[in-house]
């Protein structure tokens, strides 16, 4: 069974009707199949073009569910968005950035997905709508765990929220691995700064990724760089033990040991190009 | 569940507009759009690579972008615009431009990535009509080559849409020698080429394999009948005892040891228990962990060091050692040498399994016709095909026919069979063609890797610099079965001096049995792990005496009148030398640059140039390899050419013809190829040990010469006389005397033909004596290469910045091709030096399991050095092996240029670079203190 439906509320009723494989992108769905081919109920989400654009309400960037890396590459977004942007360009290669959706990457909840970290240092929340009530959860209350999301199998994921306090925070992401393109990040780190006029720091975001199950918050270093400078040399503010709560694993890509190593300069790497960027 | 209201797309509305023009679509809207292409509407440009976007294979423009076919359902392109490589050259004004630019610079060798690689290009250039590097890179990054090392295409892509005059037809001086481009490429670059899965009978069955889920195993099965039953659909069930002939195959017949289905124990993670044949929906819908088996995992050896362990189980009880078997070569005096040596270093090094990659899985079909089988897939090795195919079926070999497709990539995997078994059992029973490609994860899990390695060897020089002596031993981790294990074997302890000049010298090695993955033929036998020891602990041994690491390879280079380590004095066409020479401004520069770079960058980015050398046997080492080309002369005048030599992409098929239509002083324009079909050409051997331009060239050389005589014989003209090939007649000019031969009167001989010549080469070795001294190959190609590089010492990683490869070839046929093999071998040694391992079970996809994609290769300098070989067809050498093996060791001597560490056990990632980084500050920190 197929199902396009081409309004959110008809897409609801199958969902709740059918629990349907939701495809959106289909760049997780069809890997994940193996050898098998597509079976059971399938929601296609491709005709809902109504959750497919960037809009702004007063508090929040809206960031339709089913906008594509590359559509969003083509947004006219502020400089916040400037690691977003860079992660984008980062997700596997233009065909996957063509196909791909930012919700996808969200409730695929992979430990590696780029979008997660760079949306998580955006204080992103995620709208989920059900046929009968819709709710907003935090993305880090979302995103539970490897491949484990807070969505309820009746509900689709409508769209990200970003406040817009964040719009025009100093912005960077920096992916490790260990080629150029179509690569699984080793580590990622997604930072952002919101400045006070005299350019110190009255708020950063950082978010380190592929070394927990869920990307995580560096809150303790967030909390220490609060007042500070954003200045090159920030980076005497990262300590070691601000990362102490990376949970990194050995597996083909790297050892867990070298993941926490790395994680700590690309943090620190990160942090001085939000400090170069805040002088230009 | 469908209620009424509930909004469906159901098949009977699906359409999409495909190439322009309107269709309906069949198939189910969940199907991914790779296969309904395909399959319901034979577009077969369309590739498939790995089902998983991780290749970019299948990529097509969807509304004008590019995407993934294999990620895409049909579903979800109600009302859109499709586009393949069938469409664009009718509805993109660019496309022709680009397919020219493809062709002229090389870019498509196999052409297994060139659909989607040109369907990439098509969508940058619309956008940006005059990109610069990096956008092209970002454009095609997501499609990977395998063959070409990208370079090629980068240039194709960027000179596109700048006017270049093409090449002309005919050549000044003959074809030898020219940029021709390749015979077969018209066919690559507008998608039409046809592959292993691209040609199937109407009426074909699809066959799956069951397979062992354990390294090692005891099964049995339950009952196939009621299985059967419950699946209408099949048509049968294969197991070991319909094998009707013998259960047994392998490439080397002494050694075969492997059964098409495992009999009661399996003997590797993947290994076949059983075939499942009938109609393709029901087959490819089959949830084949349900089929009737019942596994009892047994303790398997996955390490040779548990192989030789006192008492360890033997893989195959009539190999009790678990040793396949051993090589060696001795020289002199290794021990005394070492002892009195001035200098003396010693390392152990360390290589694991690396995949192919070739982005065509393996695929194909068979049908028995009569009492004969045909099989059509993509191989290497059609004749050993054929001898292995027969003795399984229990039919005469005259009564099996390959018909080789166009390989998708080889690089030695191919030579071994791997669904053949399996297809001509099935279509031998059910006399109905069947048909299989391989999934991505049956391709890696189940085919040949490179062998696994461990390495210790010990290197002496005098205080001046002359190496005195090389002590080497080598043990290879052969897997479950022999396959090319005893090659590997015997080719190292060959070659494992270097070529260079060694007076003492000891290699011995062994294969030795496990209980994983077959470890076969890549690209090298061997012969690149053992120089990735012994290039590096050159390196070791020329910094402990103090001396520039080119001159100390300079200073030990071999040449014509010195004895190789099995006594060989070659004689003539030992271009080391002029290779290392070659390299030597470039030498000098880099490391000026680099440190330039090192002294004024932040000590975080540190330079480094390496350099590395190569010599490579071509052929068979001490055995028979002869190829047989036949060549005739048509009644329209035009020459038919029966080569058997298989193109996987380096380009026998032009090479060849080249060779053959300069001995016979004819256009290139003039010949039709016939291919390595079984029935039709006769035997040109296997495509491996970088053989085809030598020893197919060669009787390509003979039998044009011979066809020539011939000609001139029917003509009654003396040999010196000129052949004119006209249309249907012949011109021959002898002298003065000017004479037409009108053709479409005469006889024809036995072959079909008004003239014709069969001639064979076999190349002249003796075998090797218990000290493994003698004639191993009657021709060696020489190489080196110079690898600059940064790394960043935080994070540990590396990026090659540029390549100089100096390759003493012989003889450049065709340079393009030529340079189209450096580069692809370069690409591979380089993701052998950075990323490449597989562990078996683990990771069997592209994603997991990385190679270089077009952002990590660097531009490639190649120097083509041409010191003729006395033997080769017009002095030329192999190239096609040679050129991978330098470029790792370059790269890792570069790593210890820059950084001071040395990576043994690779592939030099970058949490292992970064750990030698720390260890050698935290030495360097102890040393200070000290």
């Known amino acids: ?280 | 569940m469908n209620k009424p209201g509930a909004p469906a797309t159901t098949t009977a509305q699906l359409s999409f507009k495909l190439n322009g023009e309107l269709h309906a679509v069949r198939s189910d809207p969940r199907t991914r759009l790779s296969q309904v292409l395909r399959e319901e509407f034979r577009f077969t440009g369309t590739k498939v690579g790995c089902d998983a976007g991780d290749c970019g294979a299948c990529t097509v423009l969807v509304n004008g972008q590019p995407v993934c076919a294999c990620l895409t359902s049909v579903g979800q392109l109600q009302g859109a615009k499709v586009e393949t490589i069938e469409g664009l050259r009718h509805t993109s004004p660019i496309f022709d431009r680009l397919q020219k630019s493809f062709l002229r610079h090389g870019a498509a060798q196999c052409g297994i990535c060139t659909p989607g690689m040109l369907v990439s290009a098509v969508a940058l250039l619309n956008e940006t009509p005059q990109p610069d590097e990096n956008e092209v890179m970002d454009a095609l990054g997501g499609v990977l080559c395998r063959c070409t090392g990208y370079r090629k295409i980068v240039r194709a892509v960027l000179d596109a849409n700048h006017a270049v005059a093409l090449h002309a037809a005919v050549f000044e001086g003959g074809p030898v020698g020219q940029r021709v481009a390749r015979l077969d490429g018209r066919k690559k670059v507008l998608g039409e080429e046809i592959f292993g899965a691209d040609d199937w009978p109407a009426d074909c069955l699809t066959l799956r394999v069951v397979r062992s889920p354990h390294h090692r195993a005891q099964f049995s099965f339950g009952d196939l009948e009621a299985y059967r039953g419950v699946h209408p659909g099949i048509h049968g069930i294969f197991t070991a005892r319909d094998v009707p002939g013998k259960n047994i195959f392998g490439v080397i017949s002494q050694f075969a040891d492997q059964p098409v289905f495992a009999e009661s124990e399996s003997r590797f993670l993947g290994e076949a228990v059983a075939a499942v044949a009938g109609e393709s929906g029901v087959i490819s819908a089959l949830d084949l962990s349900e089929f009737p088996v019942t596994w009892k995992s047994l303790p398997a050896i996955e390490t040779p060091k548990d192989a030789l362990k006192p008492g360890a189980t033997p893989v195959h009880a009539f190999r009790p050692d678990n040793i396949l078997v051993g090589g060696r070569v001795v020289h002199g005096n290794v021990d005394d040498a070492l002892r009195t040596a001035d200098v003396c270093v010693e390392a152990e090094f360390e290589t694991g399994f690396i995949e192919h990659a070739y982005i065509e899985p393996e695929a194909g079909f068979a049908r028995r016709v009569g009492d004969r089988i045909e099989v059509q897939a993509c191989t290497q090795a059609p004749y050993n095909d054929q001898k292995d195919i027969a003795a399984i079926l229990g039919i005469p070999e005259s009564s099996v026919r390959v018909i080789p497709t166009a390989v998708g990539g080889g690089f030695g995997s191919k030579l071994d069979l791997s669904l053949q078994p399996f297809l001509v059992v099935a279509a031998w029973h059910l006399r109905k063609p069947v048909r299989m490609t391989y999934s991505r994860t049956e391709s890696i899990r189940t085919t040949t890797k490179r062998h696994p390695s461990k390495i210790f060897c010990r290197a002496g020089a005098t205080q001046d610099g002359k190496l005195v002596a090389m002590d080497f031993a080598a043990d290879f981790n052969t897997g479950a079965y022999a396959s090319w294990g005893p090659t590997v074997a015997a080719r190292v302890p060959i070659h494992a001096s270097g070529p260079y000049k060694v007076p003492h010298f000891r290699a011995i090695t062994r294969a030795i049995h496990t209980h994983l993955i077959p470890a076969g033929a890549f690209r090298g036998f061997g012969v690149p792990q053992g120089t990735i020891a012994q290039e590096q602990l050159y390196d070791a041994l020329a910094e402990t005496i103090g001396m520039d690491k080119l001159e100390f390879r300079c200073i030990n280079a071999l040449d014509n009148e010195s004895p190789t380590v099995t006594g060989q004095v070659i004689g003539g066409g030992v271009g080391i030398l002029a290779c290392f020479e070659a390299l030597r401004p470039r030498w000098h520069e880099a490391h000026k640059e680099a440190a330039a770079f090192n002294s004024a960058a932040n000590s975080l980015r540190r330079r480094g140039v390496g350099v590395a050398g190569m010599w490579y046997g071509c052929g068979n080492t001490s055995l028979p390899n002869p190829s047989t080309m036949r060549v005739g002369l048509k009644r329209d005048g035009r020459i038919a050419l029966h080569q058997g030599a298989v193109d996987i992409g380096q380009g026998s098929a032009t090479v060849v013809t080249q060779i053959c239509a300069e001995a016979l002083g004819v256009p290139l324009a003039k010949f039709d190829l016939l291919s390595g079909d079984t029935d039709i050409t006769p035997d040109c051997g296997k495509t491996s040990a970088s053989r085809q331009t030598f020893v197919s060239g060669k009787a390509a050389l003979l039998a044009g010469e011979q066809l020539k005589k011939n000609i001139l014989k029917i003509a009654g003209a003396c040999d010196c006389a000129k052949i004119h090939f006209l249309d249907g007649a012949l011109l021959i000019e002898d002298g003065e005397k000017k004479k037409t031969v009108d053709l479409k009167g005469l006889p024809l001989d036995e072959r079909g033909y008004v003239a014709s010549a069969e001639a064979t080469f076999d190349p002249a070795v003796t075998p090797l004596n218990d000290n493994g001294q003698g004639i191993p190959y009657a021709v060696f190609g020489f190489g080196a290469h110079l690898s600059e590089i940064e790394v960043d010492t935080e994070l540990g990683t590396i990026k090659v910045l540029r390549l100089t490869a100096a390759h003493d070839v012989g003889r450049a046929i065709n340079p393009t091709l030529v340079e189209g093999q450096i580069e692809g071998g370069a690409a591979q040694g380089l993701g052998m030096a950075l990323m490449e391992e597989f562990f078996p079970g683990k990771g069997e996809n592209l994603h997991d399991y990385l190679i270089p994609t077009i952002g990590d290769m660097p531009p490639v300098e190649s120097i083509l050095i041409e010191d003729p070989s006395a033997v080769g067809p017009f002095g030329a050498k192999g190239v096609g092996e040679q050129a991978l093996i330098p470029t790792a060791p370059a790269i890792l001597n570069a790593l210890y240029d820059a950084v001071g560490v040395r990576i043994r056990k690779l592939p030099a990632t970058p949490d292992k670079v970064r750990a030698a980084i720390l260890a050698k500050a935290d030495s360097d920190l102890g040393k200070a203190y000290d």
């Open chain 1, 1 to 280: 069974m197929y199902f396009r439906p081409s309004s959110l509320q008809e897409a609801l009723h199958v969902l709740a009707d059918t629990r349907a494989t939701i495809l959106a992108g289909g760049t997780d769905v069809f890997p994940a199949l193996g050898e098998r081919p597509l079976s059971g109920p399938v929601l296609d989400l491709s005709a809902l073009e109504e959750i497919k654009s960037v809009s702004f309400t007063q508090e929040h960037v809206l960031l339709g569910a089913r906008t594509t890396w590359s559509e969003l590459l083509a947004a006219p977004l502020s400089r916040g968005f400037d690691g977003l942007k860079a992660a984008a360009r980062e997700i596997g290669s233009v065909q996957i950035q063509n196909s791909a959706t930012i919700a996808g990457n969200l409730c695929n909840a992979s430990p590696a997905a780029d979008g997660v970290a760079a949306l998580m240092a955006l204080d992103a929340e995620v709208v989920l709508a059900s046929r009968s009530v819709s709710r907003t959860l935090p993305l880090v209350e979302f995103v539970q765990g490897n491949r484990k999301t807070a969505r309820r199998p009746d509900e689709l994921l409508t769209c990200i929220r970003v406040p817009r306090r964040l719009e025009n925070v100093v912005s960077t992401f920096l992916k490790l691995g260990a080629r150029r393109y179509l690569v699984i990040s080793i580590v990622m780190v997604a930072a952002n700064l919101l400045l006070n006029p005299d350019g110190a720091i009255r708020e950063a975001l950082l978010c380190v990724g592929s070394c927990s199950p869920v990307a995580l918050r560096l809150t303790e270093l967030e909390r220490a760089l609060v007042g500070k400078p954003a200045r090159p040399g920030i980076k005497q503010y990262v300590r070691p033990e601000y990362l102490g709560r990376l949970s990194p694993i050995d597996d083909v890509r790297a050892t867990a040991a070298y993941r926490r190593d790395a994680a700590h300069t690309l943090v620190e790497r990160a942090l001085e190009a939000c400090a170069e960027k805040a002088l230009s």
